[in-house]
């Protein structure tokens, strides 16, 4: 479906996506990760062909998207960050306007737009203004009205973020639903559960390069220990000798991270050596742990 090689995105002087490599199976739903500038939002708006490439090659349901933007773009549905709905119209003539863009029949676009509505769960909101809607409902219009030229790749740049996590679960419910019909999705998040729970493959991007690519399970295993013990000492305690305890220790200024591949155990080695933390907590690894290993804790404006 997607095909990237040496990816190239220039502004000026400055370098946002830096010659990446990335292939995007039929039917699966495949994640963007990184924190902010890592250069994701670059590379959608490439597949998205409504930016060109600065260098490499880039091919898009088989075709270039700087020669074929407008064929391509026939066939996406495309979720933004921000909402742009039309506020001044209601939930239906929203579907109405977006299907005509895409030069579909009046009846056709009706009949699709009740199928779409139900498939969103706002069959009863259809003649709701959108400024009545909440945040969670207009996400939802907003994925229906991405599907209503029926496309055979999604595109959704940070489908959730701002959702309270009802509608962030209701929302991964669709998508899930979307991939069994056969939709390709492609996303980019800054929730790490949610690329767990959608994401068949990643990658991870900092710096406008690619530093990670698998499954989340895949990632987990290569880059970190099984198991994370989080530590909790009292200021009078002073710096706990522990810095041969487990495989990987970093000495955080709310507490100390330990991966190791049995958590327990260091506990248990804690003890042993008579420290006694405020707060000990023992769990798996998850994607988050990747993501802080390899583009740091530090924070990017």
């Known amino acids: 479906m997607i095909e990237a090689r040496g990816l190239t995105k220039r502004y000026g002087d400055f370098t946002a996506v830096d010659g990446i490599d990335f292939?995007?199976?039929?039917?699966e739903t495949f994640g963007f990760l990184?924190?902010?500038g890592a250069g994701k939002s670059s590379t959608m708006r490439m597949i998205g062909a409504v930016s060109p490439a600065s260098e490499g090659t880039l091919r898009v349901l088989?075709?270039?998207?700087?020669?074929?933007?407008s064929a391509i773009r026939q066939r996406l549905g495309v979720v933004p960050q921000e909402d742009n709905l039309d506020l001044e119209l209601d939930v239906g003539e929203n579907l109405l306007v977006y299907g005509r863009f895409f030069g579909l029949p009046r009846e056709e676009i009706r009949r699709r737009s009740a199928e779409l509505l139900e498939?969103?769960?706002?069959?009863?909101?259809?003649?709701a203004r959108v400024d009545s809607l909440s945040g969670g409902m207009k996400r939802r219009l907003t994925i229906a009205r991405a599907l209503v030229n029926t496309p055979e790749l999604m595109l959704l740049d940070e489908p959730t973020t701002g959702l309270d996590p009802q509608a962030r679960h209701a929302l991964w419910d669709r998508l899930y639903r979307l991939k069994q019909q056969g939709v390709t999705l492609v996303l980019t998040t800054h929730y790490m559960d949610?690329?767990?729970q959608l994401c068949d493959r990643l990658v991870i991007?900092?710096?406008?390069?690619?530093?990670?690519e698998g499954s989340p399970r895949e990632l987990i295993e290569r880059y970190v220990e099984r198991e994370v013990v989080e530590l909790r000492f009292g200021t009078q305690n002073g710096e706990p000798a522990i810095d041969d305890l487990g495989s990987h220790?970093?000495?955080?200024?709310?507490?100390?991270?330990i991966g190791a591949d049995d958590g327990d155990a260091v506990v248990d080695q804690l003890h042993a050596r008579g420290l006694h933390p405020e707060t000990v907590l023992v769990r798996r690894s998850s994607l988050e742990d990747v993501f802080l290993r390899l583009t740091g804790r530090s924070?990017?404006?």
Not at 62 to 69: M, V
Request: net charge negative; aromatic share 2%; charged share 40%.
């Open 23 to 27: 292939a995007v199976e039929r039917g």
């Open 34 to 36: 990184g924190p902010n």
């Open 62 to 69: 088989g075709s270039d998207p700087e020669r074929d933007g």
């Open 119 to 127: 498939f969103v769960q706002l069959t009863d909101r259809r003649d």
């Open 194 to 196: 949610e690329a767990e």
């Open 205 to 212: 991007m900092d710096q406008a390069k690619i530093v990670a």
């Open 249 to 257: 220790l970093e000495v955080l200024q709310d507490r100390i991270v």
């Open 299 to 301: 924070l990017n404006d």
